[in-house]
Every structure is written in C-alpha cells, then in structure tokens.
C-alpha cells in the first residue's frame, strides 16, 4: 500500500480470517480513511532528519463481540494536554483543520455501538514516537438499544406526577436493562 505517498509504509494486518461484521461500508470506510489520512500529515510533520522512513501499520482483530482496528504511526504523535477534546467538534491541532474529522469517525463509531481510543504509539510500542488509534464496533453494527417503556396514553397526570411518573419508568428501564429482564 501507500500509492498516495510513497514515502510512507503501509501495512495491514488482518489477524482473524474470515471477520464478519455488519455495518455499514461506506461510513466505516470513511471513518478509517480519515483516521490514516490523519495519520500520513502526522508523518509529514516531522523533519526528515528524525523521521526515518515513515510508516503506518493498520490491525483488525475480532474481540468478543467488537471489530477492533488499530491504526499506528510514527508521526507526531498527539497532545498530552486535552486530549479528549480532540473528539469535539471544531477542535483541532492542525492550522488548516477543520476539527471535524475525528467527532465525525467518533460518531460513525458510536452510531456503530462503538467508540475510538486516542493513545500513544509508545502505549502498543514501547519506544516509540507516534499515535495509536483504536477503532472499536459492535459485531452486530448498531449500539445496543435500550428499551424505554412509556407511560399509557390514557393516563391523565398533573405536571408534577408527570415528571415523578417518568423517572420511575426510567428506574424500571436501567433495572431491566441491568437484569437482563
């Protein structure tokens, strides 16, 4: 791999064979596209001279009931500081970014039943100079859902029962969800 830059190693490792999943193509693609694009201007940051050849290795590993892919370079790496809020909207440690890339890859993730993990390549490696993003999905494609019960459309409350009637049916809902009932 690495047509678009061949300056840059890519390698992919599938470590389960045959992975099935459901989800959907186009958004995980996507998702996984911009994580190594981010990954290929990480590289491209760091001087030659510190550099080396630059490389990106990505991994699919089935985990229970999650895809998990990791996705690890040896570019710049991430900030310490704040870290999480790289996830936000319009946050970005890029002077041309947009800060959309990573919320829209959390996103697809969490519409997924998933998430994704922003780590230190030298967290995998040790040693190493880089990031490591872990992209995780429910086998199944979709986030669990939760099953809220609603009050009868026949029951006629005052607005403080109302308020006291919906907190209980949430109780019931987390209780059944917990149980498994």
Given at each position: ?181
């Amino acid at each position: 791999m690495g047509v678009g830059h061949p300056d840059i190693d890519i390698e992919a490792e599938i470590k389960h064979e045959p992975m099935r999943a459901q989800f959907d193509r186009r958004l995980i693609s996507q998702a996984l596209t911009n994580i190594i694009k981010n990954a290929t201007e990480a590289i491209e940051v760091v001087p030659a001279e510190e550099l080396g050849k630059g490389r990106i290795d990505v991994i699919a590993a089935r985990e229970n009931d999650d895809i998990v892919i990791d996705v690890i370079d040896n570019g710049i790496g991430l900030p310490k500081v704040s870290r999480a809020r790289l996830l936000e909207p319009y946050v970005t440690t890029r002077e041309k970014g947009t800060g959309l890339g990573l919320a829209i890859v959390g996103r697809v993730l969490e519409d997924h039943g998933g998430r994704i993990e922003l780590n230190d390549a030298a967290d995998i490696r040790p040693g190493a100079r880089g990031a490591w993003m872990r992209l995780r999905f429910a086998v199944s494609g979709h986030a669990a859902k939760v099953e809220v019960k609603e009050p009868a459309a026949e029951t006629k409350v005052t607005a403080p029962e109302t308020a006291e009637r919906a907190d209980a049916t949430n109780s019931e809902s987390k209780i059944e969800a917990a149980t498994g009932g």
